[in-house]
Protein backbone atom coordinates (compact mmCIF):
# COMPACT_ATOMS: atom_id res chain seq x y z
CA UNK A 1 0.00 0.00 0.00
CA UNK A 2 1.44 3.26 -1.06
CA UNK A 3 2.03 6.23 1.54
CA UNK A 4 0.99 9.41 0.64
CA UNK A 5 3.95 11.61 0.66
CA UNK A 6 2.96 14.43 3.34
CA UNK A 7 2.62 11.39 5.75
CA UNK A 8 6.08 9.85 4.57
CA UNK A 9 7.64 13.08 4.96
CA UNK A 10 6.17 13.33 8.64
CA UNK A 11 7.33 9.95 9.64
CA UNK A 12 10.47 10.12 8.99
CA UNK A 13 10.98 13.24 10.58
CA UNK A 14 9.73 11.95 13.61
CA UNK A 15 12.01 8.97 12.99
CA UNK A 16 15.04 11.10 12.53
CA UNK A 17 13.83 13.23 15.88
CA UNK A 18 13.63 9.79 17.55
CA UNK A 19 17.14 8.88 16.61
CA UNK A 20 18.49 12.20 17.63
CA UNK A 21 20.52 12.20 21.28
CA UNK A 22 19.91 15.55 21.82
CA UNK A 23 16.14 15.44 21.28
CA UNK A 24 15.03 12.06 23.21
CA UNK A 25 17.54 13.08 26.04
CA UNK A 26 20.37 10.26 25.42
CA UNK A 27 23.39 11.16 26.47
CA UNK A 28 26.00 12.21 23.64
CA UNK A 29 28.75 9.83 22.12
CA UNK A 30 31.54 9.88 23.49
CA UNK A 31 34.48 10.75 21.32
CA UNK A 32 37.57 8.45 21.66
CA UNK A 33 40.70 10.23 21.10
CA UNK A 34 43.32 8.29 20.37
CA UNK A 35 46.52 8.92 22.30
CA UNK A 36 50.37 8.02 22.02
CA UNK A 37 52.22 5.83 23.93
CA UNK A 38 54.49 8.75 25.29
CA UNK A 39 51.49 10.89 25.97
CA UNK A 40 50.60 7.76 28.18
CA UNK A 41 53.68 7.60 29.98
CA UNK A 42 53.44 10.93 30.47
CA UNK A 43 49.76 10.85 32.13
CA UNK A 44 51.15 8.11 34.18
CA UNK A 45 53.95 9.91 34.94
CA UNK A 46 52.28 13.12 35.98
CA UNK A 47 50.25 11.07 38.65
CA UNK A 48 53.04 9.61 40.63
CA UNK A 49 53.55 12.64 43.09
CA UNK A 50 56.95 11.06 44.59
CA UNK A 51 58.45 11.89 41.16
CA UNK A 52 57.05 15.49 40.88
CA UNK A 53 57.84 16.20 43.99
CA UNK A 54 61.82 14.66 43.05
CA UNK A 55 61.51 16.57 39.53
CA UNK A 56 60.85 20.09 41.32
CA UNK A 57 63.73 19.48 43.81
CA UNK A 58 65.94 18.58 40.47
CA UNK A 59 64.72 22.21 39.18
CA UNK A 60 65.71 24.15 42.17
CA UNK A 61 69.07 22.15 42.11
CA UNK A 62 69.11 23.86 38.38
CA UNK A 63 68.30 27.13 39.07
CA UNK A 64 70.48 27.21 42.18
CA UNK A 65 73.74 26.14 39.21
CA UNK A 66 72.32 28.02 36.65
CA UNK A 67 71.91 31.07 39.08
CA UNK A 68 75.29 30.64 40.95
CA UNK A 69 76.45 33.79 39.70
CA UNK A 70 73.29 35.81 40.83
CA UNK A 71 73.54 34.17 44.41
CA UNK A 72 77.24 35.18 44.69
CA UNK A 73 76.76 38.65 43.48
CA UNK A 74 73.56 38.85 46.13
CA UNK A 75 75.76 37.65 48.86
CA UNK A 76 78.67 40.16 48.14
CA UNK A 77 81.18 37.01 48.44
CA UNK A 78 83.26 35.37 45.57
CA UNK A 79 83.17 31.26 45.19
CA UNK A 80 87.13 31.67 45.90
CA UNK A 81 86.86 35.15 48.07
CA UNK A 82 88.76 34.61 51.16
CA UNK A 83 88.01 36.28 54.34
CA UNK A 84 90.46 35.87 56.86
CA UNK A 85 88.88 37.73 59.39
CA UNK A 86 85.19 37.59 58.93
CA UNK A 87 85.12 34.23 57.84
CA UNK A 88 87.49 32.65 60.71
CA UNK A 89 86.93 32.91 64.36
CA UNK A 90 89.56 33.82 66.09
CA UNK A 91 91.21 30.20 66.42
CA UNK A 92 91.12 29.37 62.68
CA UNK A 93 87.75 27.31 62.32
CA UNK A 94 85.24 28.04 60.08
CA UNK A 95 82.14 30.31 61.01
CA UNK A 96 79.12 28.71 61.93
CA UNK A 97 75.69 29.73 59.84
CA UNK A 98 74.45 33.70 60.52
CA UNK A 99 72.93 36.46 58.77
CA UNK A 100 76.33 36.76 56.72
CA UNK A 101 77.08 33.77 55.59
CA UNK A 102 73.96 31.43 55.48
CA UNK A 103 75.45 28.46 55.03
CA UNK A 104 78.40 29.22 57.00
CA UNK A 105 82.14 29.36 55.93
CA UNK A 106 84.91 26.49 54.68
CA UNK A 107 88.20 25.86 56.25
CA UNK A 108 89.56 28.90 54.61
CA UNK A 109 86.84 31.43 55.29
CA UNK A 110 84.87 31.22 52.32
CA UNK A 111 80.93 31.17 52.16
CA UNK A 112 79.55 27.49 51.97
CA UNK A 113 76.05 28.89 50.21
CA UNK A 114 78.26 30.55 46.63
CA UNK A 115 80.50 27.18 47.04
CA UNK A 116 77.54 24.63 47.47
CA UNK A 117 75.77 26.89 44.53
CA UNK A 118 78.87 26.35 41.94
CA UNK A 119 79.55 23.42 43.17
CA UNK A 120 75.95 21.93 41.85
CA UNK A 121 77.35 23.35 38.35
CA UNK A 122 80.18 20.41 37.77
CA UNK A 123 78.12 17.72 39.41
CA UNK A 124 75.31 18.55 36.88
CA UNK A 125 77.78 19.13 34.38
CA UNK A 126 79.64 16.05 35.04
CA UNK A 127 76.40 13.88 35.44
CA UNK A 128 74.63 14.76 32.43
CA UNK A 129 77.43 14.71 29.90
CA UNK A 130 79.02 11.18 31.15
CA UNK A 131 75.06 10.13 31.15
CA UNK A 132 75.33 11.18 27.49
CA UNK A 133 78.54 9.62 26.55
CA UNK A 134 78.28 6.30 28.42
CA UNK A 135 74.42 5.91 26.86
CA UNK A 136 75.95 6.96 23.25
CA UNK A 137 78.50 4.39 22.96
CA UNK A 138 76.98 1.81 24.70
CA UNK A 139 73.27 1.93 22.92
CA UNK A 140 75.34 2.15 19.65
CA UNK A 141 77.86 -1.31 20.16
CA UNK A 142 74.59 -2.88 21.70
CA UNK A 143 72.12 -2.16 18.57
CA UNK A 144 75.39 -2.93 16.32
CA UNK A 145 75.66 -6.37 18.38
CA UNK A 146 72.38 -7.38 18.53
CA UNK A 147 71.38 -6.87 15.36
CA UNK A 148 74.39 -8.16 12.98
CA UNK A 149 75.10 -11.25 15.96
CA UNK A 150 77.63 -13.95 14.82
CA UNK A 151 81.50 -12.90 14.85
CA UNK A 152 80.07 -9.08 15.68
CA UNK A 153 78.37 -9.91 18.56
CA UNK A 154 81.18 -11.96 19.85
CA UNK A 155 83.86 -9.59 19.36
CA UNK A 156 81.42 -6.75 21.00
CA UNK A 157 80.14 -9.18 23.47
CA UNK A 158 83.67 -9.93 24.89
CA UNK A 159 84.80 -6.37 25.23
CA UNK A 160 81.77 -5.57 27.49
CA UNK A 161 82.64 -9.08 29.48
CA UNK A 162 86.38 -7.11 29.97
CA UNK A 163 84.97 -3.73 30.57
CA UNK A 164 82.43 -5.47 33.29
CA UNK A 165 85.53 -7.12 34.44
CA UNK A 166 88.12 -4.05 35.36
CA UNK A 167 87.45 -2.23 38.65
CA UNK A 168 85.86 1.04 37.72
CA UNK A 169 87.16 2.73 40.77
CA UNK A 170 90.82 1.68 40.80
CA UNK A 171 91.48 2.37 37.37
CA UNK A 172 89.99 5.37 37.15
CA UNK A 173 91.98 7.06 39.85
CA UNK A 174 94.94 5.67 37.99
CA UNK A 175 94.27 7.35 34.65
CA UNK A 176 93.03 10.59 36.10
CA UNK A 177 96.59 10.60 39.05
CA UNK A 178 98.28 9.86 35.21
CA UNK A 179 96.69 12.71 33.44
CA UNK A 180 97.06 15.35 36.56
CA UNK A 181 100.73 14.70 35.67
CA UNK A 182 101.08 14.17 32.42
CA UNK A 183 98.50 15.71 30.40
CA UNK A 184 96.59 13.56 27.67
CA UNK A 185 96.75 14.00 23.72
CA UNK A 186 93.80 13.16 21.89
CA UNK A 187 94.70 14.37 18.32
CA UNK A 188 94.27 18.60 18.85
CA UNK A 189 92.91 18.10 22.31
CA UNK A 190 94.60 18.08 25.20
CA UNK A 191 92.92 16.87 28.42
CA UNK A 192 94.48 17.82 31.70
CA UNK A 193 92.86 17.14 35.43
CA UNK A 194 89.34 18.74 35.72
CA UNK A 195 85.74 17.98 34.01
CA UNK A 196 86.55 16.75 30.37
CA UNK A 197 88.76 13.90 31.96
CA UNK A 198 86.67 12.79 34.68
CA UNK A 199 83.60 12.94 31.87
CA UNK A 200 85.65 10.63 29.92
CA UNK A 201 86.66 8.57 32.81
CA UNK A 202 83.37 7.63 33.86
CA UNK A 203 82.09 7.51 29.95
CA UNK A 204 84.45 4.73 29.44
CA UNK A 205 84.00 2.29 32.13
CA UNK A 206 79.83 2.93 32.32
CA UNK A 207 78.97 2.05 28.61
CA UNK A 208 79.38 -1.42 29.32
CA UNK A 209 75.70 -2.19 30.96
CA UNK A 210 74.46 -0.15 28.55
CA UNK A 211 75.56 -2.11 25.62
CA UNK A 212 74.51 -5.65 27.36
CA UNK A 213 70.76 -4.19 28.27
CA UNK A 214 70.43 -2.87 24.34
CA UNK A 215 72.07 -6.17 22.91
CA UNK A 216 69.46 -8.10 24.95
CA UNK A 217 66.63 -5.94 23.45
CA UNK A 218 67.72 -5.91 19.97
CA UNK A 219 68.17 -9.78 20.37
CA UNK A 220 64.35 -9.82 21.02
CA UNK A 221 63.11 -7.56 18.03
CA UNK A 222 65.69 -8.48 15.30
CA UNK A 223 63.33 -11.30 13.51
CA UNK A 224 60.11 -9.93 14.50
CA UNK A 225 57.32 -9.25 11.86
CA UNK A 226 57.93 -5.89 10.78
CA UNK A 227 61.51 -6.36 10.43
CA UNK A 228 61.71 -9.16 8.27
CA UNK A 229 58.92 -6.88 6.14
CA UNK A 230 61.72 -3.52 6.26
CA UNK A 231 63.96 -6.46 4.94
CA UNK A 232 62.05 -7.78 2.34
CA UNK A 233 61.06 -4.35 1.24
CA UNK A 234 64.97 -3.77 0.69
CA UNK A 235 66.13 -1.67 3.36
CA UNK A 236 69.53 -1.65 4.22
CA UNK A 237 70.37 -2.58 7.61
CA UNK A 238 71.51 0.38 8.93
CA UNK A 239 68.54 2.40 8.02
CA UNK A 240 66.57 -0.98 9.85
CA UNK A 241 68.72 -0.52 12.80
CA UNK A 242 67.81 3.49 12.74
CA UNK A 243 64.36 3.97 11.69
CA UNK A 244 62.58 0.44 13.13
CA UNK A 245 65.24 -1.02 15.99
CA UNK A 246 66.31 2.16 17.81
CA UNK A 247 62.39 3.30 18.39
CA UNK A 248 61.99 -0.45 20.41
CA UNK A 249 64.29 -0.12 22.36
CA UNK A 250 64.52 4.12 22.78
CA UNK A 251 62.33 3.68 25.92
CA UNK A 252 65.06 1.65 27.65
CA UNK A 253 67.59 3.72 26.84
CA UNK A 254 65.85 7.21 28.71
CA UNK A 255 65.22 4.67 31.77
CA UNK A 256 69.10 4.03 31.92
CA UNK A 257 70.09 7.41 31.24
CA UNK A 258 67.92 9.10 34.08
CA UNK A 259 69.19 5.96 36.43
CA UNK A 260 73.24 6.55 35.34
CA UNK A 261 72.83 10.24 36.18
CA UNK A 262 73.01 9.98 39.93
CA UNK A 263 75.65 7.42 39.00
CA UNK A 264 77.90 9.44 37.51
CA UNK A 265 77.15 11.89 40.19
CA UNK A 266 78.34 9.82 42.93
CA UNK A 267 81.28 8.61 41.00
CA UNK A 268 82.48 12.24 39.85
CA UNK A 269 82.12 13.38 43.94
CA UNK A 270 83.89 10.01 44.43
CA UNK A 271 87.16 11.07 42.30
CA UNK A 272 87.22 14.73 43.50
CA UNK A 273 86.63 13.02 47.27
CA UNK A 274 90.50 11.18 46.47
CA UNK A 275 92.15 13.89 45.08
CA UNK A 276 91.51 13.30 41.32
CA UNK A 277 89.03 14.66 40.27
CA UNK A 278 88.29 18.02 39.44
CA UNK A 279 91.37 20.44 40.98
CA UNK A 280 90.80 23.23 43.42
CA UNK A 281 89.86 26.19 43.92
CA UNK A 282 86.99 25.14 41.99
CA UNK A 283 83.68 24.37 43.93
CA UNK A 284 83.47 20.53 44.00
CA UNK A 285 81.09 18.92 46.37
CA UNK A 286 83.57 15.77 46.54
CA UNK A 287 86.46 18.09 47.51
CA UNK A 288 84.32 20.07 50.01
CA UNK A 289 83.43 16.69 51.82
CA UNK A 290 86.84 15.52 51.75
CA UNK A 291 88.22 19.06 53.15
CA UNK A 292 85.54 18.82 55.75
CA UNK A 293 86.35 15.76 57.58
CA UNK A 294 89.45 17.44 59.88
CA UNK A 295 86.16 19.97 61.36
CA UNK A 296 83.03 17.60 61.45
CA UNK A 297 83.36 17.99 65.64
CA UNK A 298 84.01 21.63 65.17
CA UNK A 299 82.45 22.52 62.17
CA UNK A 300 79.71 20.57 61.49
CA UNK A 301 78.12 22.52 58.51
CA UNK A 302 81.31 22.07 56.73
CA UNK A 303 80.14 18.62 56.23
CA UNK A 304 76.67 18.65 56.13
CA UNK A 305 75.18 21.23 53.75
CA UNK A 306 77.52 19.47 50.61
CA UNK A 307 77.04 16.14 52.05
CA UNK A 308 73.10 17.08 51.90
CA UNK A 309 73.42 18.82 48.60
CA UNK A 310 75.14 15.80 46.81
CA UNK A 311 72.13 13.24 48.93
CA UNK A 312 69.27 15.12 47.57
CA UNK A 313 70.20 15.45 44.06
CA UNK A 314 71.41 11.95 43.68
CA UNK A 315 68.23 10.33 45.63
CA UNK A 316 65.84 13.01 43.56
CA UNK A 317 67.38 11.91 40.19
CA UNK A 318 66.76 8.20 41.27
CA UNK A 319 62.93 8.60 42.28
CA UNK A 320 62.92 10.28 38.80
CA UNK A 321 64.39 7.70 37.16
CA UNK A 322 61.93 4.87 38.91
CA UNK A 323 59.09 7.51 38.21
CA UNK A 324 60.18 7.46 34.47
CA UNK A 325 60.55 3.53 34.55
CA UNK A 326 56.89 2.80 36.09
CA UNK A 327 55.21 5.16 33.13
CA UNK A 328 57.20 3.87 30.24
CA UNK A 329 56.74 0.48 31.08
CA UNK A 330 53.70 0.01 33.55
CA UNK A 331 53.43 -3.61 33.38
CA UNK A 332 57.14 -4.35 34.80
CA UNK A 333 55.92 -2.77 37.99
CA UNK A 334 52.05 -3.57 38.01
CA UNK A 335 51.33 0.37 37.63
CA UNK A 336 47.76 0.92 37.51
CA UNK A 337 46.24 4.03 36.48
Known amino acids: MLTP ?29 GRSPWLLAFERFRRDRFALVALG ?8 AIFAPLIAAGTGHGVNTQYSTAGLTATGLPRPPSAVFPLGTDDLGRTLLVR ?6 VSL ?7 LLTVTIGAALGLVAGYFGRAVDT ?3 RAVDVMLSIPFLLFAIALASVVSVTPLHLGPLTLGQGVPIVVLVIGIFSWATVARVVRGQVIAIRNREYIEAARAMGASSWRIIVVDVLPNVLPTIIVYATLLIPVSIVAEAALSYLGVGVPPPTADWGAMIAEAQSYYQQAW ?10 LLTTLAFNVVGDGVRDAIDPRATGFRP
Open 125 to 131: MVGVLAT
Open 155 to 157: LIA
Open 301 to 310: WFLAFPSIAL
Open 5 to 33: PGVAGSRSLEDGAAGDPASSGAAPRRVIQ
Open 57 to 64: VIVLIVCA
Open 116 to 121: VAYGAR
